[in-house]
């Protein structure tokens, strides 16, 4: 007997309700936030207002440029080159040089990289590598600190506790262990170059520090991680794997330090003497570009004085503009925009 197939039950299930095409017909009729013909204005004036912003930015560098070229004009016609080369500095015989104040600027300047940048490298590689983690916040804003100090106030305390100490004690230390040199040569009166250049190590030591931990921090980990698997030690790996691929930004802090360092103004003229000459012992007065303008600008009676000053102050702001570009595309050239990450 063949099996006969069953026959299939059969349930009678409701069937799903067929929503009309009315339903199906989602009607998008609200109203827009924004109207167009109202939001349109304050864009149009909030895109124009940005515009003048920046413009007006470049603009008001290139006023001060021109400016700077046209109330120089009258001592470059009277000098020419020479004016920076010239050695005499007397205004009444409307005699004027400018070697002298460039030869203080550049010296003091150097020094004090000299002495800051071992310090700022060594603080930044400490906060970023080294440091406790809960020590870090805390150390940082007390490094950041010192950009905060007003120059006058660094200026004070360098005339009234830095420069007794330098006479006291460390001019007649150098004088004694390396006067041979000629550097350190000359009666210890505390101020003078080696004083100038202190105070400005002092006040660099924020800027090149903070600028060389941001460029430490976005080195990628994977780097130090490997150096460390190949068997080297921390200080291998700080050496070969962070500094070495961190040179050209920590380069860039350091000329952005040397920027601030040959603007500086208030501090050096408080402790560098005020000398217009030249001389080989740094324990001897100076005189730098910024000094000279804060001292003798109101001073300046002739025109072809006047002339002269305003010709140094657009030399330092040329010097200025071109340091600081140097060192924004060098620190550029590490960092590609970046932004900075804690190293773990």
């Given at each position: 007997m063949s099996n006969q197939a069953l026959p299939r039950p059969r349930f009678n299930a409701p069937e799903p309700e067929r929503a009309s095409k009315a339903?199906?017909?989602?009607?998008?009729?609200?109203a827009p936030l924004l109207q167009g013909k109202v939001s349109e204005i304050p864009d149009a004036v909030f895109g124009w207002a940005m515009r003048l912003c920046g413009i007006a930015v470049v603009a008001l560098l290139g006023l001060i440029v021109y400016e700077l070229m046209v109330g120089s004009q009258l001592s470059w016609h009277a000098f020419g080159w020479k004016f920076f080369g010239g050695q005499d500095w007397n205004p009444v015989e409307e005699q004027f040089g400018a070697l002298p104040f460039i030869y203080g600027t550049l010296v003091s300047s150097l020094l004090s990289l000299v002495i800051a940048v071992p310090l700022s490298v060594g603080v930044s590689v400490f906060i970023t590598e080294m440091c406790p983690v809960a020590l870090r916040g805390p150390l940082s804003f007390t490094t950041e600190l010192l950009a905060a100090i007003p120059s006058v106030i660094y200026g004070l305390w360098a005339m009234f506790i830095m420069v007794p100490l330098l006479r006291t004690y460390v001019q007649p230390f150098l004088a004694k262990t390396l006067g041979w040199t000629g550097l350190f040569s000359?009666?210890?009166?505390?101020?003078?170059?080696?004083?100038?250049?202190?105070?400005?190590?002092?006040?660099?030591?924020?800027?090149?520090?903070?600028?060389?931990?941001?460029?430490?921090?976005?080195?990628?980990?994977?780097?130090?991680?490997?150096?460390l698997a190949l068997g080297a030690t921390r200080w291998e790996m700080i050496r070969m794997g962070v500094l070495r691929n961190a040179r050209?930004?920590?380069?860039?802090?350091?000329?952005?330090?040397?920027?601030?360092?040959?603007?500086?103004?208030?501090?050096?003229?408080?402790?560098?003497?005020?000398?217009?000459?030249?001389?080989?012992?740094?324990?001897?007065?100076?005189?730098?570009?910024a000094s000279v303008l804060a001292n003798e600008f109101s001073e300046a009676t002739g025109d072809v004085y006047l002339s002269a000053l305003i010709e140094?102050?657009?030399?330092?702001?040329?010097?200025?503009?071109?340091?600081?570009?140097?060192?924004?595309?060098l620190v550029w050239s590490v960092t590609r925009g970046q932004p900075t990450k804690g190293v773990a």
């Open positions: 339903t199906l017909k989602i009607e998008s009729r609200t000359g009666p210890p009166y505390g101020i003078g170059m080696l004083a100038a250049g202190v105070i400005l190590a002092i006040m660099i030591i924020p800027i090149i520090s903070s600028i060389t931990r941001e460029v430490l921090t976005v080195v990628p980990q994977h780097q130090r991680e490997a150096v050209a930004g920590i380069v860039g802090a350091v000329i952005l330090g040397l920027g601030r360092a040959l603007g500086e103004t208030m501090a050096v003229t408080m402790v560098i003497g005020n000398r217009a000459e030249i001389a080989k012992s740094l324990f001897a007065p100076g005189y730098t570009m140094i102050g657009l030399a330092l702001f040329l010097v200025t503009i071109v340091v600081n570009a140097m060192a924004r595309l």
